[in-house]
């Protein structure tokens, strides 16, 4: 195991500190529980935006808190879910007293910790509700769920609802509003390598140097099926088939298609992907209205994709175009003038 790391079991509280030295003008790093929060949190009458989950996802989630996305994020340890007490912490240190929305991966221990937090913060008078996140086409049940994962779908779940929330919007509207894109998106990774939990100091799965692994999750655990190394274009039609049937999408859609890297994958690749991916969306009859390429939810240093599909409306696509500003995540979209418009 080759990492640039100290001791296995410090890994998370040393990024934590590092993410504090880097960016303690913008944000709060809590080390007892550990949780991250905006430096201007809580904010009166707004509803406090939180999630979390394992390390081992980065940029998500603590990348993601700031302007326009999170107020707060919970770091468990690699792959393991905060615990109900970093939650409630979290929750807390954001209530600008119009309540608390949790976004919530479909795992197993992601989900209890949440509704546990959630009961300790409304027996403390904190108004609360939830969205689940289970995009992930496929699988139905692994050991990590009940009923599919949360994957890529999660990180434009915070963009939209986190834009939504800095325009004021209130606890049952973002919750709904939460429902429908969870309605709205599906997503399908593979990999070309497993990786490497630190403190289990081996891959999570062994691949043949002409092997790839189709459908699989952002803990390590192994996919749908394994299959011979195909090109880039035969693994883009592998997953978009899946996504497409699934929702299924109609021609005349308005999407965004998002091609996420696992973390060991150049960008030089997920552009081909994206290529693909494309082009395949466009012979279905549907418009790419918005886009997203790069490593936004990863697994450590996995080599591999994942392509999400999102429906969108008028409304949605507003809120991706709002401001954001945090760690791992900027944006300014430019309205270009015509030439010698000046």
């Known amino acids: 195991m080759k990492k640039l790391i100290n001791e296995a079991a410090n890994v998370v509280r040393e990024a934590l500190e590092g993410i504090e030295a880097a960016h303690g003008d913008r944000l709060r790093v809590s080390l007892e529980p550990f949780y991250v929060v905006r430096g201007d949190a809580p904010r009166a009458g707004k509803v406090g935006l939180v999630?979390?989950?394992?390390?081992g996802h980065e940029p998500m989630h603590g990348g993601y808190v700031?302007?326009?996305m999170l107020d707060a994020a919970c770091p468990g340890q690699i792959f393991t879910s905060p615990t109900p007490?970093?939650?409630?912490?979290?929750?807390?240190?954001v209530n600008g007293?119009?309540?608390v929305l949790h976004i919530v991966k479909n795992y197993t221990g992601d989900v209890m910790n949440f509704e546990l937090a959630a009961e300790m913060l409304r027996d403390d008078g904190v108004a609360v509700e939830s969205v689940l996140v289970d995009d992930d086409v496929a699988v139905e049940n692994s050991l990590y769920t009940a009923g599919r994962r949360g994957v890529g779908l999660?990180?434009?779940?915070?963009?939209?609802?986190g834009a939504a929330a800095e325009d004021g919007a209130t606890l049952a509207s973002l919750k709904k509003l939460g429902e429908s894109i969870r309605a709205a998106g599906r997503s399908m990774g593979m990999a070309l390598t497993a990786c490497t939990v630190p403190q289990a100091g081996k891959p999570s799965f062994t691949l043949a140097e002409d092997e790839m692994e189709v459908g699989i999750g952002i803990h390590g655990e192994p996919g749908r099926r394994r299959a011979k190394l195909a090109t880039a274009d035969e693994i883009t039609v592998m997953l978009m088939e899946p996504i497409l049937r699934d929702l299924p999408f109609e021609s005349g859609d308005e999407i965004l298609l998002f091609v996420n890297g696992m973390g060991g994958t150049p960008l030089i690749e997920l552009y081909i992907i994206y290529r693909k991916a494309a082009e395949i969306a466009a012979q279905q009859g549907l418009k790419v209205v918005r886009n997203l390429v790069g490593s936004y939810i990863t697994s450590l240093e996995m080599s591999g994709c994942s392509i999400t599909l999102l429906r969108m409306t008028e409304e949605l696509i507003k809120l991706w175009d709002a401001p954001v500003d945090t760690p791992a995540w900027k944006n300014c979209r430019l309205t270009i003038g015509k030439p010698g418009a000046g």
């Open 51 to 55: 999630s979390g989950g394992g390390s």
């Open 66 to 68: 700031g302007r326009g």
């Open 85 to 93: 007490d970093q939650i409630f912490a979290a929750s807390k240190a």
């Open 97 to 99: 007293g119009a309540g």
């Open 154 to 161: 999660t990180v434009l779940m915070e963009k939209l609802l």
